[in-house]
């Protein structure tokens, strides 16, 4: 199988849903539903915190998620674990800079497969592209505390230089994305916004992810 049209990545990345367990106000699976209803574009994995599942419990959420994903067509991501995301076949991988370069994460899962690297510069974006990327993540915009060891804060200026440069691969923007603050971050050039917290933790999921949309689609 082919590598996935950059066009295609571009329009799955609109609203990019990423969650583990300990974000979750309520059940994992209730909130991934609730964010669909919503209309969520793409869905990431990512369990990590000092709560976070580990060994079965894990594994057995990764594959319940992944099974609601494919009930609504909604592509499912692992985040890092690139041995959970050939064991499950997801649909692709969202790697940092410190993990396997996109080239040899591709090689071990298929040239299909997504894989997203989190990029904090030009530099890093260059070389996530020469790569092989499909898509990057670009931030901390804004100040989070879903991630404890996030860079610091960017603004929308690292997304703007990306586009400047002629850099036209996919992106999107994270890190305290919220559905107040989240349109610089599509002027700026981003194609769509990765979200935690304004999401897992709303009181009304769908309502978070339909406003999200508004937004970005404005
Ligand atoms: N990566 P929230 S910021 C997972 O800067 C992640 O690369 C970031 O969560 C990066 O929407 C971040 O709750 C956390 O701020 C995003």
């Known amino acids: 199988m082919q590598r996935m049209d950059s066009e295609?990545?571009?329009?799955?990345l609109k609203?990019?849903?990423?969650?583990g367990s300990v974000n979750?106000?309520?059940?994992?699976?209730?909130?991934?539903?609730?964010?669909?209803?919503?209309?969520i574009t793409l869905f990431q994995y990512r369990e990590k915190g000092s709560a976070a599942f580990t060994g079965k419990a894990y594994v057995d959420l990764a594959r319940q998620l992944q099974q609601k994903c494919r009930e609504r067509k909604i592509p499912f991501i692992v985040n890092d674990d690139i041995d959970l995301a050939a064991a499950l076949?997801?649909?692709?991988?969202?790697?940092?800079?410190?993990?396997?370069?996109?080239r040899?994460?591709?090689?071990?899962?298929?040239?299909?497969?997504?894989?997203?690297?989190?990029a904090h510069s030009l530099k890093e974006a260059q070389q996530a592209i020469a790569d092989g990327a499909d898509y990057?993540?670009?931030?901390?915009?804004?100040?989070?505390s879903s991630k404890d060891d996030a860079e610091a804060v960017q603004g929308t200026r690292v997304i703007e230089e990306l586009r400047r440069s002629g850099l036209t691969l996919?992106?999107?923007?994270?890190?305290?994305?919220?559905?107040?603050n989240a349109s610089p971050v599509i002027r700026a050039g981003a194609d769509g916004i990765s979200v935690i917290s304004a999401i897992a933790g709303a009181a009304d999921i769908r309502d978070a992810a339909r406003n999200f949309l508004r937004v970005i689609e404005q």
């Open 8 to 12: 295609h990545v571009r329009r799955l």
């Open 15 to 19: 609203l990019y849903f990423i969650m």
């Open 24 to 39: 979750c106000k309520r059940t994992p699976l209730e909130t991934l539903a609730e964010a669909m209803d919503g209309g």
């Open 89 to 102: 076949d997801a649909d692709g991988v969202h790697v940092g800079q410190n993990d396997a370069p996109a």
């Open 104 to 118: 040899s994460i591709r090689e071990r899962l298929g040239a299909h497969k997504i894989i997203g690297v989190s």
């Open 136 to 144: 990057l993540g670009v931030g901390p915009v804004y100040p989070t």
């Open 170 to 180: 996919p992106l999107v923007g994270i890190g305290g994305i919220t559905v107040d």
